[in-house]
């Protein structure tokens, strides 16, 4: 059972290196508490690695009802962030630390 | 200050409900209060470093270091909560027995309370970690919109607070015959949703495959984001679309707990 546990340890400790280089990379850039691009297009069907960087010295949480995602990113920091495969669509994103300002919307096509 | 209100209530609601049925689920188990401060405290001070981290904690495993964190700190309440009912379905009836005279004392309480000062802390900890990070943004940005942001964070924290108490004190009234059964039936919920919420963590760190994203979309009936829909978040671990992965994770964990507290029941025969 101990084993089994710590093998379970290694193999997920292990598996974002191996997964992460072959993905397709969207980028979006939090600025001004403004998401940059407002407006993302990306591929329906396929998973996707996305990358929020963070130029705002406050922190900001990336977060989507619609994707199902809640991720924070700290201040002047970079997150990665999987979704999809996603049926084509529109899926609404915000941050959620400043609402008024941080929205934007995933395109899938 | 009503947004602010409403995100810090969101954060401190889910810990506060956890420690309620927690705390009600450990009663008449000696020394429990101490136990129990001592977990906040660990937890509150945990959710500062945490969020002082938050960067470093982000970078570590390529970018999935957060979701690998948040699904470890939940594994670990959810294998505390399992342990609590396994072991409350042994003792359960002489705990009962016993919470009805005035000297509750047992001997095995003691690893029992070390479960609950864990169990806090880590529902402290996890949900603590984001409204020290939302508050210290609000404070370090300029404007003088921050105080009255910061008002509302405080007000937000005591509805949590209240909710979470009021939990307790309700939990508390049940009657003596059926109240181990009730706060055994939320935690062993609490714990297939913690379960649920960590799958959902791997999912998006791309470490398990979601298999069906979502496998329902119950959203325009019960939004996730509404007041119904963050309590039974927080109490079952309702998600309005949740992966197939989710939802083999929380009926996995509720047969195992299950199982495990029938067979620790069953009066001692030799095997």
Partial sequence: MKNIFSLLLIVTALTPVASSAADADYKLVIKDHRFEPAELSVPAGKKIKMSIENKDATPEEFESHSLNREKLVAGNGTASIYIGPLEPGRYEFFGEFNKETAQGVIIAK | ?271
């Fill in chain 2, 1 to 271: 200050m009503f947004g602010t209100a409403i995100i810090v209530f969101r954060e401190v609601l889910e810990a506060a409900i956890i420690i309620g049925i927690v705390s009600a689920a450990t009663r008449g188990v000696a020394g429990r209060t101490r136990w129990l401060i001592a977990g906040l405290l660990a937890g509150l001070i945990g959710s500062g470093i945490v969020a002082a981290s938050t960067d470093a904690i982000a970078s570590f495993a390529s970018g999935v270091g957060q979701e690998l964190f948040n699904a470890i700190v939940l594994g670990i309440a959810v294998l505390m909560l399992a342990w609590h009912n396994v072991w409350m379905a042994s003792h359960g009836a002489e705990l009962a027995k016993k919470a009805r005279t005035v000297a509750a004392n047992i001997s095995e309480g003691r690893s029992e309370c070390s479960i609950l000062m864990v169990v806090v802390g880590l529902a402290v900890l996890r949900e603590g970690s984001e409204t020290v990070l939302f508050l210290y943004g609000i404070a370090a940005s300029e404007g003088g919109s921050a105080r009255a942001m910061l008002f509302g964070g405080l007000i937000g924290m005591l509805a949590g607070v209240a909710v979470g108490y009021s939990l307790y004190a309700g939990l508390l009234r049940i009657p003596m015959r059926w109240f181990f059964a009730a706060t055994g039936a939320l935690v062993l919920l609490l714990a297939a949703g913690m379960a649920s919420t960590a799958a959902h963590f791997l999912i998006q760190a791309d470490l398990i495959p979601a298999l069906a994203s979502p496998l329902w979309d119950s959203s325009s009936a019960l939004p996730e984001n509404g007041l119904l829909g963050i309590l039974l978040h927080s109490l079952i671990g309702y998600d309005a679309r949740p992966a197939g992965m989710q939802v083999i994770f929380y009926v996995a964990v509720l047969v195992v707990i299950s199982l495990g507290m029938k067979l620790a029941a069953k009066p001692r025969k030799s095997i």
